[in-house]
DNA sequence: CGCTTATCTATAACGCTGTTGTGCTTCTAT
DNA sequence: ATAGAAGCACAACAGCGTTATAGATAAGCG
């Protein structure tokens, strides 16, 4: 490799460059293959990138997990409130199920790489768009309850589901498992039974246009 | 190291020594311990032994989330059935829940290691015994459903739950959260609140002597 | 402009990893 | 007793993350 034309300090996009090329290499073929020879390669520079715009490695795959929760909160704020902020919960719900089963890798990349200690709050920012939608819900007397204790059960149980679905255990009947608890648990919030059939079926009107497909890639 | 006194077809006990090694690095000493040259040093063997009783670092690495569904399924075992199989559920529950905090690198290393296609049923024969807990709650007339699917709903929750505390969102109340969603849970599979109560209460006799302690190590 | 300084990079090397090949030792079976 | 098989130690391979070093370019300042 000849050492031809090389900014020298004029390359801030070389770090995004790295981290586009491990995002994608982590989809597309899986943790295996996020090396720093690997990651040279793809962007075409040596492995030392790694060390100039990150720290190494670790840092690396850390702000990777950065960047899948990242990616998961552009696609919450994607779904647009209505007057109905049961059925908004509802389509968000979706979106999380449906944004992590089409990139499975990233999505247990995102809760296994931060084992480290500090900044244990990664993806409570992201966690915070479903806390306020749940918020709506209970101003307008759909739920009873705490906002973010509500919004915690129905992350873990969104959560439970798609992690065992992407175990394998789970058969592909996650989103119907889904659908299932989450009526369950919405009830249990104080919701009525006949709001919550309104509320499935505006949220369905608001799905089937593979709304939350193109990402499926 | 001198090649003297080595037993030469008659040590099935090798095997077992490796995977109790690795059990035990994996506990102590995380996921980046369980290289080939650590588990040789630590049972006193060469890293050969890993290809001779495993075909390699993939086998034996999936032989140890074998492993530690089989130290679930054990535990699982000394919940002794009572005439309240509602409270027997539960108790399964903090059985469940108990062992996995216990040992959070096995836990996760469990639901992790089984990526690969084959035997995808792996944690499936302990799970059966949730199953049948459940079964006898429903012969009983506690629980409306079938077996297998209300299982299931709680095997998401105990999950979910477990995995985001061990991911470190849920600050400790992860025990208490999981009492407060499999309460409600058990009341959406036709329970009643006075029964839950009364089960509630009889299973809390049954945990404080420290019954699931002793592994806590 | 000329010079200094800082930044980024390529190359090579270190110790580590999983894996494989080879040969020796020991047990089993005929 | 002899032939075969099986388990193991040792050495070597490519690949990994990381570090040290030196070269090349950009920016700052007289």
């Known amino acids: 490799m000849l050492s031809n034309v090389s900014p020298k300090t004029a390359s801030p996009e070389v770090r995004t460059a790295l981290l586009e090329a491990a995002a994608r290499l982590l989809v ?3 943790p295996a293959s996020l090396t720093t020879r690997r990651l040279a390669t793809e962007v075409g520079t040596s492995t030392m990138a790694v060390y100039t715009h990150f720290e190494g490695m670790d840092k690396l795959r850390r702000a990777l997990a950065e960047e899948g929760f990242r990616r998961l909160a552009e696609r919450l704020d994607q779904v647009e409130g209505s007057d109905d902020p049961v059925a908004d919960v509802m389509v968000m719900g979706v979106a999380y199920f449906t944004n992590a089963m089409a990139n499975p890798n990233l999505y247990h990349f995102m809760f296994t790489e931060h084992s480290n200690e ?3 709050g990664l993806g409570l920012e992201t966690f915070q768009r479903l806390i306020d939608g749940v918020a ?4 307008a007397g759909r739920f009873k309850g705490e906002a973010e204790e509500l919004a915690t059960q129905l ?4 959560h439970g589901i798609v992690t065992l679905e992407i175990a394998g255990v789970l058969d592909g009947e996650g989103l119907q498992l889904f659908a299932e608890m989450g009526s369950n648990l919405m009830r249990s919030f104080g919701d ?4 919550i059939l309104r509320s499935i079926a505006g949220a ?3 799905l089937p246009p593979a709304f939350f497909g193109p990402e499926g890639k």
């Open 28 to 30: 597309e073929e899986g």
């Open 204 to 206: 369905a009107e608001r």
């Open 136 to 139: 709506r819900a209970v101003e």
């Open 155 to 158: 992350w873990v149980t969104a």
């Open 118 to 120: 500090d900044e244990i």
């Open 192 to 195: 009525d039974e006949d709001s």
